[in-house]
Structures are given as structure tokens and as C-alpha cells.
Antibody, heavy 121, light 107 residues
């Protein structure tokens, strides 16, 4: 069974940093693009970042560019999101999600259960 | 940047057909997909590549995409279909774009 399990969320002060992790199992992690999507409280879904299967291509939403870094460890089936210079508007549940095949990111399936990030003083 | 527009809410009587629309410039030229998100749960893919259903998704879910509008159709809507639905597309400049979401209420 395919599974994605996020961790690393928590409460952080504005300007602080946090590193999220996503542990993948049940599929060949190294052959799929991976993605982060967030959802602010009571709001819709917002794409954050994507990384190709080998990490050679990386994309960010304008709202996080220059502050967030996506990376992956294919040997350990792990996806990461390093979040720096955090702002109140980064408060959200962060989901990791798998791309459909190869390095394409046309849709996401499955999604993890999410990890909550709260940025507040 | 590319934008997708959905109605905030749609209501449907139990057993009837619900149509949820998603509008964007030349959306028909892109792949559209749809996610269902029940309260407190993670999103689940219900339609991809405009019309295709992942395994395990009931046949009552179908999709179409032409011109500027993609549509998610739920036939014989059931109480368990009450959820938020999000459309999503890939754009070469904006990469991944989500619609604002539609809350489906089953009466």
C-alpha cells in the first residue's frame, strides 16, 4: 500500500525555521516527482513546491521562492521542505503528494495526512 | 499568472446529479483534475487527465474539459459525497494551479 507520512510541523516564531519531512513507502520513490501542497486554516489548497525524481528540476510558488527549499533522499525514501524566514501567512497544514509518473506533476496521488505548521509569536 | 475559478458552493438533492465547474483561459488545452476533500481529511484524487477515474473511485464520478471550462459531474449523489472539491491544472508558467474550491452540500 502506498503511504506518505509527514512530520516536523509545530509552532515557530515569525522569522524562524522549520524542516518538514515526508516518509514514502509502497512505491518506487526514486522514480516519481514529489510535491508539497499547503492549506491555510479554512482556506483552499495552495501548491508550494515540486522536485523531479532525481532532484535535478525544482519549482517553487512565488509566495515561498527564496525562503523554502525542497530536497529529497532517494536512498532513504524521504522528501524534505526546509522553511526559512517564516511568516504568519505560512501557517497551514502541509501535505506531501506524489506525482503521477516519471517527472510529470500534472496531478497528485496519493497525499499524506499532513503536518501542521503554526507561525506565531 | 494562471487562475482557475470555481463556484464557492453547489447544492444538490440526494440521488440527483451535481455539476461543479472550473473555469480558466483555454483550460481545455490543459489536463484538468479534481480532488475531493472531506472535513478533517486529506485530499483524494477523483478525476485526472480530464476524464479518467483512479481505481477505487465510484463510477458516478465523471469529468469533462473543453474550451474554458472543466466540469466534475457526480451522478446519483449520495450523502457521503458531501465535501469540498478542488480542480487543478498544470500551466507552463504557474506550474500547479488550484481552483478556490467548491463546497458540495447534499440535501
Amino acid at each position: 500500500e502506498m503511504q506518505l507520512v509527514e512530520s516536523g510541523g509545530g509552532l515557530v516564531k515569525p522569522g524562524g525555521s522549520l524542516r518538514l519531512s515526508c516518509a514514502a513507502s509502497g512505491f518506487t520513490f526514486s522514480s516519481r516527482a514529489m510535491n508539497w501542497v499547503r492549506q491555510a486554516p479554512g482556506k483552499g489548497l495552495e501548491w508550494v513546491s515540486s522536485i523531479s525524481s532525481r532532484g535535478s528540476s525544482i519549482y517553487y510558488a512565488d509566495s515561498v521562492k527564496g525562503r523554502f527549499n525542497i530536497s529529497r533522499d532517494n536512498a532513504k525514501n524521504l522528501l524534505f521542505l526546509q522553511m526559512n524566514s517564516l511568516r504568519a501567512e505560512d501557517t497551514a497544514v502541509y501535505y506531501c503528494a506524489r506525482g503521477p509518473y516519471g517527472d510529470y506533476i500534472y496531478w497528485f496521488d496519493p497525499w499524506g495526512q499532513g503536518t501542521r505548521v503554526t507561525v506565531s509569536s | 499568472s494562471y487562475e482557475l475559478t470555481q463556484p464557492p458552493s453547489v447544492s444538490v438533492s440526494s440521488g440527483q446529479t451535481a455539476n461543479i465547474t472550473c473555469s480558466g483561459d483555454n483550460l481545455g488545452d490543459k489536463y484538468a483534475c479534481w480532488y475531493q476533500q472531506r472535513p478533517g481529511q486529506s485530499p483524494v484524487l477523483v478525476i485526472y487527465q480530464d476524464t479518467r477515474r483512479p481505481s477505487g473511485i465510484p463510477e458516478r464520478f465523471s469529468g469533462s474539459n473543453s474550451g474554458n471550462t472543466a466540469t466534475l459531474t457526480i451522478s446519483g449523489t449520495q450523502a457521503m459525497d458531501e465535501a469540498d472539491y478542488y480542480c487543478q491544472a498544470w500551466d507552463s508558467s504557474s506550474h500547479i494551479v488550484f481552483g478556490g474550491g467548491t463546497k458540495l452540500t447534499v440535501l
